[in-house]
């Protein structure tokens, strides 16, 4: 049965918004009384039948309401975007598959990209969710720079900046708990700065090695989620 995601269902029938609605009409070739699932991306899936599907709208029944169990624990990645933006779109769909809860662009000292199409991005977030079956979409935020990131309140107590430069480092296989909420950042292909890593330091991130290997960006993105949805299977 196919997945569209909606965020508005709130009573006994729905609109599916218009570029679901294209997709179903158009592509899929759906007519009336056939079925269809929903997610809202805040946990919880439809079952629903189409009434009606005219110009770009489809107007659906909502036939039943299940609620996919919560995460056991939050995994916050803020991560800056690679100048091949398809190498952070690949981080991206493989993140949301494993189920990360949430994603910040960071604008960093080295970064050689400086501006993102958040639109797009959000539609690998949606297309990846939807592939994968979750009935939670992680939440994408705005393009932000690196020092008002980490100065942000409401961060989880578990946060570290994972760096490539030598010093002393906390291993990642030993900081991971489960069902205990995460943020660990990952800075550009030149890394973050030595000011920038001090910067974090002040405000209460702990430094993080991943490994004796050099990753890419997008790696070091895809193996935090692994290693984070590993230890809370």
């Not at 929903?38 to 899936?45: M, P």
């Not at 079952?47 to 489809?58: F, P, Q, R, V, Y």
Request: aromatic share 6%; charged share 25%; glycine share 6%.
């Amino acid at each position: 049965m196919h997945l569209f995601y909606e965020t508005d269902i709130s009573g006994p029938t729905a609109e599916l918004n218009e570029e679901e609605s294209f997709h179903a009409i158009k592509v899929l070739r759906l007519k009336i009384a056939d079925r269809i699932r929903l997610t809202d991306g805040k946990g919880a899936f439809y079952d629903a039948e189409i009434l009606s599907a005219t110009g770009k709208k489809l107007l659906l029944s909502i036939l039943a309401k299940q609620e996919q169990t919560p995460p056991k624990a939050r995994l916050h990645i803020a991560i800056a975007p690679t100048k091949n933006i398809e190498r952070i779109e690949v981080f991206l769909e493989k993140a949301t598959e494993m189920g990360i809860t949430e994603i910040s662009l960071l604008l960093c000292n080295r970064s050689e990209r400086r501006n993102v199409r958040h639109d797009r991005l959000e539609k690998v977030v949606v297309s990846a969710a939807k592939q994968s079956l979750k009935a939670y979409m992680p939440k994408l935020n705005d393009l932000m720079p690196f020092a008002d990131f980490v100065k942000k309140e409401n961060l989880p107590q578990a946060k570290y900046l994972a760096w490539c430069s030598e010093g002393e480092k906390k291993e990642i296989q030993a900081e991971v708990k489960p069902n205990t909420d995460l943020l660990v950042l990952i800075g550009p292909e030149g890394d973050f700065t030595p000011a920038e890593a001090a910067l974090a330091q002040q405000a209460g991130f702990g430094l993080l090695t991943l490994g004796d290997a050099r990753l890419r960006t997008e790696t070091a993105g895809i193996f935090v989620a692994s290693v984070f949805n590993f230890v809370n299977l």
